[in-house]
């Protein structure tokens, strides 16, 4: 592979000093950064640039106009000792920001490739495990550890020095305190925060930054309030809040969520 290609974005500049495996595919507009290795099977989106010291093992897909930062570690095998060494990946959207030394791993046979959405942020130190499948819009901050097979609804937000255990999903647009211990399914659209964790309520401001119309709004905070609030458990709840909940998309993702839950609920 040559060390400078010309596209229609600019230079593909590759510093002397990275390692770039003849089976990886950089596209136009690459920039890699010194002491970089890029493994077999990697394949670098168009614009995306990466900093020095970015390890990225093997069968890594990452998408145009991403930001690497150094130290930054993509591909290695999965922490896991189901893995046999068999063929899987990590996938990265676009436009997806990965901060200094985060930590990104392959997938198992289980499901066969982690997944990394578009316009997220993994700030320094996060680790995203094998086989699990973060959404678009995504917020990790620092030292935020998945395990393995977690899954993130898009516009997520987790705060910083949190664990999540394997398994658990976080629904859409919910907001999860920094600090806090993730053992459970937090539902979309809600607050949890603390150790062990605990809903504080609607994640009102972020519903209302991103534009939720206030009919929206209303309708899913009466909803939560059937659900968390009535002092009902929650299948009676349940039960209630499908026979009163108005045929909004917000609500019955809701309602669906919690119903295919297989950790439980954090409550």
């Not at 998408?63 to 990265?92: I, M, W, Y």
């Not at 699990?132 to 550890?145: D, F, K, P």
Request: with cysteine.
């Amino acid at each position: 592979m040559s060390e400078t290609t010309v596209g229609t974005r600019g230079e593909t500049i590759v510093h002397p000093t990275a390692l770039v495996d003849p089976d990886a595919e950089l596209g136009q507009g690459v920039i890699v950064g010194p002491w970089v290795i890029v493994g077999p099977g990697a394949r670098i989106g168009d614009g995306t640039e990466l900093g020095p010291r970015v390890l990225i093992e093997r069968d890594t897909v990452l998408g145009e106009d991403c930001r690497v930062s150094n130290g930054a570690v993509l591909g290695t095998d999965p922490q896991d000792l189901k893995f046999q060494g068999e063929r899987t990946t990590l996938e990265v959207g676009d436009r997806t920001v990965i901060r200094e030394f985060a930590t990104l791993n392959r997938g198992t046979h289980a499901r066969g490739k982690t997944v990394v959405g578009s316009d997220c942020m993994l700030m320094a130190y996060a680790h995203v495990a094998h086989d699990c499948e973060l959404g678009n819009h995504v917020i990790l901050s620092n030292a935020v550890n998945m395990a393995g097979h977690v899954t993130i609804e898009d516009w997520v937000s987790v705060g910083g020095i949190t664990p999540i255990h394997q398994f658990v999903r976080i629904g859409a647009h919910a907001f999860v305190g920094g600090a806090s211990r993730i053992a459970q399914d937090v539902p979309p659209y809600c607050l949890v925060a603390g150790n062990p964790s605990a809903l504080h309520g609607l994640n009102s401001i972020g519903l209302e930054r991103r534009g939720f119309s206030q009919d929206v709004r209303k309708a899913l905070k009466d909803t939560y309030r059937i659900l968390f609030q009535s002092k009902l458990n929650l299948s009676k709840a349940m039960a209630r809040a499908e026979a009163e909940a108005p045929p909004i998309p917000e609500v019955r993702h809701l309602l669906e969520f919690i119903k295919a839950s297989e950790r439980g609920i954090t409550v």
